[in-house]
T-cell receptor
Framework: GAVVSQHPSWVICKSGTSVKIECRSLDFQATTMFWYRQFPKQSLMLMATSNEGSKATYEQGVEKDKFLINHASLTLSTLTVTSAHPEDSSFYIC?????????????FGPGTRLTVL | DAKTTQPTSMDCAEGRAANLPCNHSTISGNEYVYWYRQIHSQGPQYIIHGLKNNETNEMASLIITEDRKSSTLILPHATLRDTAVYYCIVKDRRALTFGSGTRLQVQP
């Protein structure tokens, strides 16, 4: 299947700093990518939809000024957690659909584990 | 997107078939049934999806009832590496919405 990568795979940062996570589709182009967050023992929760060439759309309750999303190209989306706090510690996962049409396949990255001290 | 209902957990003996059920009684005509699994601390892995016909690939088979209100994912010969949380999701175009899934434990 198609490959989606994330970088870094894990990061530890101090409270108040910003962290950037990259999501790349390696062998296909993605005009849309999705960002999810997963807390321990919970399921994945959709945070936002990243759109190439336009603003991201955020799910209810997700602060757009805290979680900055930039879809820089057809193969790259970045999520920046600004002024991170311990409650932002989580497993962040991106995904990309192969076409965006009904019935397409969506592939996930391996995830980035963020720990804020 | 339609809601799905899955058992919380299941056990399966290694080498036997694992049959994971999913109810999606409110599925609409243009919604596909997707199956993913997540092994601990990894991103979800795509398994299979279908609209109304049964599907098979190298990983699994997907059986969808004629009324499309339920489906079953079949892992024909489960191995210890198949121990994971399995998610059944119905969607048309938007992002996948994850429920709680079924925790499958393959026993040696």
């Amino acid at each position: 299947g198609a490959v989606v990568s994330q970088h870094p795979s894990w990061v530890i940062c101090k409270s108040g700093t910003s962290v950037k996570i990259e999501c790349r589709s390696l062998d296909f182009q993605a005009t849309t990518m999705f960002w999810y967050r997963q807390f321990p023992k919970q399921s994945l929760m959709l945070m936002a939809t990243s759109n190439e060439g336009s603003k991201a759309t955020y799910e209810q309750g997700v602060e757009k000024d805290k979680f900055l999303i930039n879809h820089a190209s057809l193969t790259l989306s970045t999520l920046t957690v600004t002024s991170a706090h311990p409650e932002d510690s989580s497993f962040y996962i991106c995904s990309a659909p192969t076409s965006g049409r009904a019935g397409d396949t969506q592939y996930f990255g391996p995830g980035t584990r963020l720990t804020v001290l | 997107d339609a809601k799905t209902t899955q058992p919380t957990s299941m056990d399966c003996a290694e080498g036997r078939a694992a049959n994971l059920p999913c109810n999606h009684s409110t599925i609409s005509g243009n919604e596909y049934v997707y199956w993913y699994r997540q092994i601990h601390s990894q991103g979800p892995q795509y398994i299979i999806h279908g609209l109304k016909n049964n599907e098979t690939n190298e990983m699994a088979s997907l059986i969808i009832t004629e009324d499309r209100k339920s489906s079953t994912l079949i892992l024909p010969h489960a191995t210890l590496r198949d121990t994971a949380v399995y998610y059944c999701i119905v969607k048309d175009r938007r992002a996948l919405t994850f429920g709680s899934g079924t925790r499958l434990q393959v026993q040696p």
